[in-house]
């Protein structure tokens, strides 16, 4: 059979079993107490399908099928494909919690676009550095001091420096208008169980995110290079104080991610490339991870695991990713990442269309190749898209989504 009628046949046949809801928060959501820990709400968003409003864990075994992890004690968990963006099992996907650090994957995606070129520089401002949460984390930012955005962005992904956040929200306008286009691009993205309150993911009353969005903000990052180089860099030098001689001193930072780095008892995980970890006192720890096996990328998010395992969190982000890759072709998806709203053709007909497709928006693609910083390299591709449109309004981005080589600088175990 040909691949394009190929394709053409399971576009039909997911727009037939497609059971997603894509559209506004419904009332019952609204009403929900935004980070409440105790348990899920009985209704919770429908975005992505039926199953995925549902309290508890879901999961369709077929054949062969390997069951769940038994020690998995997250409030909320998601894994999902992160090509065709088939939800292979979750477990209260949309209940909205407080999501510390993994926030600042919308805040990159977000900026990043729009703070070009890296090596633009920016003389730091005291106001800059103002409203800093009380024990936040920080990478050292300077007040007085000059940064590229490279430099402040190595900040943000490898040590969730709230410090460096703050700076480049400042770049863009400041913090509410950084907090208002994060919010616009939230729902751009039909992540819908958000609010966004501060940039950074510090704690604040109503900010609320769920392990479907955050997966949601990581699969659109992961199309920027400069994401992908960011979040699987393991560690890089950042601008110090000037010493004698005028000469600018710098000083080692590595990634608190884990499964990339290893640490307090975590073994690197085999393929991984990011994406970002967060921890705060009302968030518990939260993460969300890519990695790739034998050619198939899965995304995960963990959300406040309560188990007493030192780490858990990324723990029962390996168990729920080892399953993936052993699940996958044996299990029927429980949903699906929907495409942003833009991820359309025209307005006849897309409306109903666009949240039926399990794949990613209509982007421009392109192939590079970046430097990582301390000078390992990470190679970039992108896999160009095409784009089937079919009379009934379904499309089908058919691509592979971007991901650096996986990964010349981690161990492989």
């Known amino acids: 059979m040909p691949a394009l009628k190929k ?21 019952a959501d609204k009403d929900t107490t935004p980070g409440d820990t105790e348990k ?25 099928a390997p069951v769940l992890p038994k020690d998995l004690s997250g409030r909320s968990w998601i894994v999902a494909d992160a090509e065709d963006g088939q939800v292979l099992a979750s477990h209260n996907a949309h209940w909205r919690l407080p999501p510390a650090s993994t926030l600042k994957m919308l805040f990159a995606d977000t900026l990043l676009p729009r703070l070009q070129p890296k090596t633009r520089t920016y ?65 751009e993205l039909q992540a819908l ?37 960011y979040c699987s860099t393991a560690s890089a030098q950042f601008p110090g104080k000037v010493g004698k001689g005028g000469k600018r001193e710098s000083f080692g930072i590595q990634n608190t991610n884990r499964l990339i780095t290893g640490a307090d008892g975590v073994t690197p995980y085999k393929g991984i490339a990011g ?3 967060g921890n705060t006192s009302q968030a518990g720890s939260t993460f969300t991870g890519v990695a790739e096996r034998n050619g198939k990328v899965l995304l995960v998010t963990v ?52 949240g039926r497709s399990g794949h990613g928006p209509n982007a421009t693609h392109a192939s590079a190749t970046g430097a ?29 989504w971007p991901l650096p080589d996986l990964v010349r600088r981690r161990p492989r175990g």
């Open 7 to 27: 394709t053409v046949l399971t576009v039909l046949s997911a727009a037939v079993l497609s059971v997603s809801a894509v559209g506004p928060v419904s009332a």
């Open 40 to 64: 899920p709400p009985a209704v919770m968003s429908t975005v992505g399908g039926a199953l995925l409003g549902r309290s508890g864990t879901q999961v369709r075994l077929g054949a062969g």
């Open 123 to 187: 003389k730091v401002a005291d106001a800059d550095l103002a409203g800093l949460g009380a024990g936040s984390s920080l990478v050292g930012v300077k007040e007085d001091l000059t940064y590229t955005v490279h430099d402040l962005w190595l900040g943000v992904f490898l040590v969730s420096g709230n410090d460096a956040v703050h700076v480049l929200s400042a770049m863009f306008g400041g913090v509410p208008a950084t907090v208002k286009a994060m919010q616009a691009h939230a729902v």
């Open 193 to 229: 169980d958000t609010t966004v309150v501060s940039p950074d993911g510090y704690d604040a009353p109503a900010q609320v995110s769920s392990a479907y969005d955050l997966t949601l903000f990581a699969r659109s990052g992961l199309q920027k290079a400069d994401f992908r180089e």
């Open 275 to 277: 994406v970002k970890n």
């Open 303 to 354: 959300m406040n695991p309560s188990s007493d395992e030192s780490q858990a969190v990324y723990k029962e982000a390996a168990r729920l990713l080892d399953w993936g890759f052993a699940a996958t072709g044996k299990v029927t998806p429980v949903g699906e990442l929907v495409p942003p709203r833009s991820a359309r053709l025209g307005d006849a007909g897309a409306g109903d269309a666009k």
């Open 372 to 400: 990582g910083a301390g000078g390992a390299g990470v190679a970039l591709s992108i896999v160009a898209g095409l784009l089937v449109v079919l009379a009934a309004g379904v499309y089908l981005v058919n691509r592979r």
